[in-house]
């Protein structure tokens, strides 16, 4: 079987390029150009700025919050615009890309369910233990949790429908395209995470010189889930990580009144990071144990191209 579809004329395929691929080179094939990748993230980054503009622009003249504050309705807008990057990063690698559809999900050509349940339920209860560490172990949190928020109810329909949606988008961007266009530029996993998890702890806009506690607790998080895309061969693990978090963080800032102190962190109590950096690290190892239990494939070994079609009308064929 070939993995990269049919090379163009003069392409010198690399033997180790020719069997079974781990998740972070699924972008990579004979049929486009390698350095397409760096066009195709270009292409997502424009598409996003445009659609995010239009959604968060339609939310700002319809309703625009007290400064300092969140509603529901403005993390209705943040999520919708994050949530778009699912079909963007999908479309780009299928049509510009030529990506055999479904690799950005797992390297079996679409997202696993199941698996993407079981890591979910293991991520919420890990979230529930660490919020009764904070709750009873007399860490520091955000904000002062002055009372239940006047929209508590509508914020946590939200967070609930939203959500995972909006932490899914992220990781088909960041641990998805953004991981798999490394990948195809450089072999090295390592590299590949690395440079991803500093670009993913910079769009959140934390710089060291900033705060130093909140940059360490973005990177261990996108360490950790780079880390896991390619352990557990999909964004399955890395969704179900970023989701549980998210859903319990508004949750918890609706019933105390947050929201906007957790939208808009700029600073974080290290004790709270601390805390944050261990359970990242341990839903890492839960993760690696229940993929091992599952027998999850972690190596793609389907074409990693669309076949290109010859001729134009009638009698087309694939070659």
């Excluded at 007290?66 to 780009?92: C, D, E, Q, R, Y």
């Amino acid at each position: 079987m070939r993995y990269a579809g049919t090379p163009r004329p003069g392409v010198v395929v690399d033997p180790r390029d020719a069997g079974p691929q781990p998740y972070h080179r699924l972008l990579r094939n004979d049929v486009t150009p390698t350095g397409y990748v760096l066009l195709g993230v270009l292409a997502v980054l424009v598409g996003w700025m445009f659609l995010s503009l239009l959604i968060l622009g339609t939310q700002q003249t319809i309703r625009t919050d007290p400064k300092g504050t969140v509603s529901w309705f403005t993390l209705l807008a943040t999520n919708l615009s994050l949530i778009v990057l699912i079909p963007l990063t999908m479309f780009v690698a299928t049509k510009l890309n030529k990506q055999t559809p479904g690799l950005l999900s797992s390297v079996v050509g679409k997202l696993r369910w199941r698996p993407l349940a079981v890591f979910l339920a293991a991520a919420v209860v890990l979230e529930l233990v660490m919020l009764g560490i904070i709750q009873f172990g007399g860490v520091e949190v955000l904000g002062d949790g002055s009372g239940i928020a006047s929209d508590a109810a509508a914020v946590i329909a939200v967070t609930l429908l939203t959500s995972t949606f909006q932490a899914a988008g992220e990781e088909y961007f960041f641990r998805g395209y953004l991981l798999q266009a490394v990948g195809a530029l450089v072999r090295s996993a390592l590299i590949a995470v690395l440079v991803t998890t500093v670009l993913f702890t910079m769009a959140h806009g934390i710089w060291p010189w900033e705060s130093p506690a909140l940059f360490l607790d973005r990177f261990a998080f996108g360490l950790v889930a780079g880390w896991l895309a390619i352990r557990t061969g999909g964004l399955e693990a890395p969704i179900a990580v970023h989701a549980a978090n998210n859903v319990i963080t508004f949750i918890y800032a609706a019933l105390t009144d947050t929201v906007g102190d957790s939208l808009g962190a700029a600073d974080a109590p290290w004790s709270l990071v601390a805390v944050d950096v261990v359970k990242f690290a341990a839903f890492g190892v839960i993760a690696l144990l229940l993929t091992r239990r599952q027998g999850l494939a972690t190596q793609c070994e389907l074409p990693l191209a669309t076949q290109p079609i010859l001729g134009n009308g009638r009698g087309k064929k694939l070659v």
